[in-house]
C-alpha cells in the first residue's frame, strides 16, 4: 500500500509525498489524527463497499506502515501520549468491529430470521483479517503493553461472537474468528481461553474485566435479548473463569446470569441454570452465602422444579445438589440426636421430586428424576427414613412400566431402593412383602420381554437380584424360604438361576 495515497484520501497529506517509505518522520501526521480520521469515515460510510475499502485500507495499514510510528506517542508528555495513543486505538477498533455489528431484534419474543444475518458472515470475515493484521504487528513488539490489554477485551468478543455455530455465521467467518482469537493469544503470550481471562499475575494480566466491561451494558434486564450474541458471548466467557479468579467478580456475573435463568425461553433457561452451576462449582461457600446469595440462588432453580421441560430438570437438579451443600449440612452427615430433626432443604427438594415422579407419566421426565433420584438419597442418608412412604410407592410405579430401548428408568430405580435398603435398612422390614412382589415380578417380565437386549436384560436381573439380597438381609433372612418355594415350572430357567443365586450367597 502507498502511504501518502492513504494520507492524500483521508486529507493527511504529508508535506513530502514523493517518499513512499512508511518511516516515522516529521513528513507524516501523528498516528492518532490517522486513526482519528479512519474512525469517522468508518462511522459515516454510506455503502457496504466504501466500508469494505475503508477496512482492507486498515488492513493494509497495519501490514505495511511502521511499527514505530504505529505505535508510538506524539506527545512530549509520554502518559498523556500514551493515554490518547490508547483511546484512538480502542475507538478505531470499536468502528471497525461496529461495521460487522449484528443487526437487533426488534423484540423480546422472537429471534430474527437467517436472512437477517445475510451479509454478516462477509463483513465479519473482512473486520478478522484487518484485526489480525493489527494484532500480528502489535504482537511483534513483545510482551503485553498497555495498548495490547486496551484493545484485546472488544476484540476478544467479536471473536468469540463469530466462532460459534450460529445463524449469523459462515464456515468461512468461523474460521477467520478463530484465526483472529488465535493471533490474540499469541500477542499476548496467553496460553488458552482461561489464561486470556484470568492471567496468572502480573507478567500476564487477564481480560476479564475488560471484557464484562464491553458486554456490560448489553447486559440489563431491557437490552440483553435485543442481541443473539450477547447471552452466548456471556456464558463462553463466565465458564471459562475458574476458583479463585471467579469471586473477585461475581458482583458482575450473577445478575446477569440469574436474568437468563428466570426466561420463559428453555434455551435462555437451561443456558442461565448452567452458568450458576458454574458459579455454584467455582465460588467459596463463604462468597456465596455472603449477602444472602446462596439463597437467592436456591429459590431462583427451586422454582423451575414445577416446569414440564425435561432438559431444565435435569440442569436445575444438578445444580441444586451441589447449591444445597453450600447453604447447609447434608443431612447423611449429621451426628444422631437425641431432639427430633428439623425440616430442611433437602426435604423441600426430595419431597416436591418424589410428589412430582407419582404422577409422572411422560417417558422424558421419568428418566430424568429416576437419574437424579439415587444422588438425592444418598445425600439424605439415614435421614430418607422421613420420606420412605413417597419413595416405596414411586419404586413399585416406575418398576411396573418398561423403558425401552435401555431401561433407563427401572435401572435407576433399582438403583435407588439399593441405597434406600442401606440407608434406612430398619424401617424397611414392614415393606419387604410388597418389594419382594414387585421385585419378583419384575423378574419374570424381563425374562419373557424379547425386545430387551441381552444386556439389557441381564443388568435388570443382576440389580433386582441384588435387591432382593438387602431386602432378605434386612428381614434377617427371612426370605431364603420363601424363594426356595418358588415353582420352577412357572418361570423360566434365567429365573429360576438368578433367585439361586440369591439363595445362595444368603445360605453362606
Not at 493515554?83 to 423484540?107: N, R
Request: one cysteine or more; charged letters at 20%.
Amino acid at each position: 500500500m502507498e502511504l501518502s495515497s492513504l494520507l492524500h484520501d483521508l486529507h493527511l497529506s504529508p508535506s513530502s509525498s514523493s517518499s513512499e517509505k512508511p518511516l516515522l518522520s516529521p513528513s507524516l501526521p501523528p498516528i492518532t489524527e490517522l486513526l482519528s480520521r479512519l474512525q469517522e469515515k468508518l462511522i459515516g460510510a454510506s455503502s457496504d463497499s466504501e466500508t469494505s475499502s475503508l477496512i482492507g485500507c486498515v488492513e493494509r495499514l497495519f501490514q505495511t506502515a511502521d511499527p514505530h510510528w504505529l505505535f508510538s506517542p506524539a506527545s512530549t508528555n509520554q502518559d498523556a501520549g500514551w493515554a490518547e495513543l490508547q483511546v484512538a486505538y480502542s475507538s478505531l477498533v470499536s468502528a471497525v468491529i461496529g461495521s460487522a455489528a449484528l443487526p437487533l431484534c426488534k423484540d423480546d419474543c422472537s429471534s430474527l430470521p437467517a436472512a437477517a444475518y445475510q451479509s454478516v458472515p462477509s463483513r465479519a470475515g473482512a473486520v478478522c483479517s484487518a484485526l489480525t493484521a493489527l494484532l500480528g504487528t502489535l504482537g511483534n513488539r513483545g510482551g503485553q503493553t498497555g495498548l495490547l490489554l486496551t484493545v484485546a477485551p472488544p476484540i476478544c468478543v467479536f471473536a468469540v461472537t463469530h466462532f460459534q455455530d450460529q445463524v449469523w455465521t459462515s464456515s468461512s467467518s468461523r474460521a477467520a474468528a478463530r484465526s483472529l482469537q488465535e493471533a490474540l493469544l499469541r500477542a499476548g503470550g496467553w496460553r488458552d481461553s482461561g489464561h486470556l481471562l484470568m492471567g496468572d499475575g502480573e507478567e500476564n494480566r487477564g481480560i476479564l474485566g475488560g471484557v464484562l466491561d464491553v458486554l456490560q451494558p448489553q447486559l440489563t434486564k431491557d437490552l440483553w435479548q435485543s442481541c443473539e450474541a450477547v447471552k452466548l458471548v456471556f456464558a463462553w466467557t463466565l465458564l471459562q473463569v475458574t476458583r479463585p479468579c471467579l469471586s473477585p467478580h461475581l458482583p458482575r456475573l450473577l445478575p446477569p446470569s440469574l436474568l437468563l435463568n428466570d426466561h420463559y425461553r428453555p434455551e435462555n433457561c437451561m443456558l442461565g441454570v448452567r452458568c450458576l452451576h458454574h458459579i455454584v462449582l467455582n465460588t467459596s461457600a463463604a462468597d456465596l452465602r455472603q449477602f444472602n446469595r446462596a439463597e437467592v440462588l436456591y429459590q431462583a432453580l427451586f422454582k423451575h422444579l414445577y416446569t414440564t421441560e425435561a432438559a431444565v430438570i435435569q440442569s436445575v437438579l444438578s445444580c441444586l445438589l451441589d447449591l444445597l451443600v453450600v447453604l447447609e449440612k447434608p443431612p447423611s452427615s449429621l451426628a444422631p440426636s437425641s431432639s427430633r430433626r428439623k425440616p430442611c432443604r433437602h426435604d423441600d427438594v426430595l419431597r416436591l421430586v418424589l410428589t412430582h415422579m407419582e404422577a409422572e407419566h411422560k417417558v422424558a421426565l421419568r428418566r430424568v428424576y429416576a437419574s437424579a433420584l439415587p444422588a438425592y438419597i444418598d445425600r439424605m442418608g439415614v435421614a430418607v427414613c422421613r420420606h420412605l412412604r413417597r419413595v416405596e410407592r414411586v419404586v413399585l410405579g416406575y418398576l411396573e412400566v418398561r423403558d425401552p430401548p435401555e431401561e433407563t428408568s427401572r435401572l435407576k430405580i433399582l438403583e435407588t431402593l439399593q441405597r434406600s435398603i442401606r440407608a434406612a435398612w430398619p424401617r424397611m422390614a414392614c415393606r419387604v412383602d410388597a418389594l419382594l412382589r414387585c421385585l419378583l415380578k419384575l423378574l419374570l417380565d424381563v425374562s419373557s420381554d424379547s425386545e430387551l437386549r441381552d444386556s439389557v436384560r441381564q443388568k435388570l436381573m443382576d440389580q433386582t437380584a441384588l435387591c432382593i439380597k438387602l431386602l432378605d438381609g434386612c428381614s434377617h433372612g427371612s426370605l431364603q424360604l420363601l424363594l426356595q418355594q418358588v415353582d420352577s415350572s412357572c418361570c423360566s430357567p434365567e429365573v429360576v438361576r438368578c433367585l439361586a443365586t440369591v439363595t445362595m450367597v444368603t445360605e453362606r
